[in-house]
């Protein structure tokens, strides 16, 4: 079946350093790819998206590039700070009979210190 | 203000005791969905539905009921609550759920619902 596996957390940062959080899927068909994010006590939100190949989104300083070839949709950002702290969640949409179905990966927790 | 609201926040019973954790979305989605939150586990969908009078069971179903008489509203039913459903619970809805591209579409969360089962 469809799956979304994400690198393992937490990651731990000084401010201003470089982040990447890998993010590799298993789909059949054509999925759209999201990246959500959880600050903390708060639900999920809409970071960024794509809905096709080669397609990059941004927002907030993090893009992604949907990488068809590799199956990946890393999440990157060049200067992250301390209120980038929260959980992220690579997910990816894709239709089956019954409709649409959102996988989720586990999430990857990062800790931005100042 | 476009949102999802979820009620109670949070919730303490007993082992057994029929409860409902209500979903209300005020942006006329057609598609509306429980998920469950376990550390270690991601999320996991429960129940979703596609419009009105239509449901189906997400990966984890088990334990749980759902109703979706009108388009805002979608509670989610724990007729014998037990301790394995001790989670986090997020509704979420979106545009559209399988109509075209509809599966490009946001889904937007509330806020959760931080249940315990003693």
């Known amino acids: 079946g469809d799956s979304v596996t994400q690198m393992e957390g937490p990651v731990t940062l000084s401010e201003e350093a470089f982040l990447t959080i890998n993010c590799t899927y298993t789909?059949?068909?054509?999925?759209?790819l999201f990246w959500y994010v959880q600050y903390p006590g708060e639900g999920l939100q809409l970071l960024l998206k794509?809905?096709?190949?080669?397609d990059k989104g941004s927002n907030k300083g993090f893009e992604a590039t949907y990488r068809k070839e590799t199956t990946s949709f890393h999440l990157e950002k060049g200067s992250v700070q301390v209120s980038d702290s929260a959980v992220y969640f690579c997910?990816?949409?894709?239709?089956?009979?019954?409709?649409?179905?959102?996988?989720f990966g586990k999430g990857t927790t990062l800790s931005v210190s100042s | 203000e476009a949102q999802v609201t979820q009620n109670p926040r949070y919730l303490i019973t007993v082992t057994g005791k029929k409860l409902t954790v209500t979903c209300s979305q005020n942006?006329?989605?057609?598609?509306m969905s429980w998920y469950r939150q376990d550390p270690g586990l991601g999320l996991r969908q429960i129940y979703y539905?596609?419009?009105?009078?239509?449901?189906d069971k997400g990966d984890v179903p088990e334990g749980y009921k759902v109703s979706r008489k009108e388009k805002r509203n979608f509670p989610l039913i724990l007729e014998s609550p037990s301790p394995n459903q001790t989670s986090l619970y997020f509704c979420?809805?979106?545009?559209?759920?399988?109509?075209?591209?509809?599966?490009?579409?946001?889904?937007?969360f509330g806020p959760g619902t931080r249940l315990t089962v003693l």
């Open positions: 979420a809805s979106s545009l559209s759920g399988g109509i075209g591209r509809g599966w490009a579409d946001t889904q937007y």
């Open positions: 789909a059949t068909g054509y999925p759209s």
């Open positions: 794509a809905t096709k190949a080669d």
């Open positions: 997910a990816l949409s894709t239709r089956n009979q019954a409709g649409t179905a959102l996988i």
């Open positions: 942006m006329n989605h057609e598609y």
């Open positions: 539905s596609m419009n009105v009078e239509v449901t």
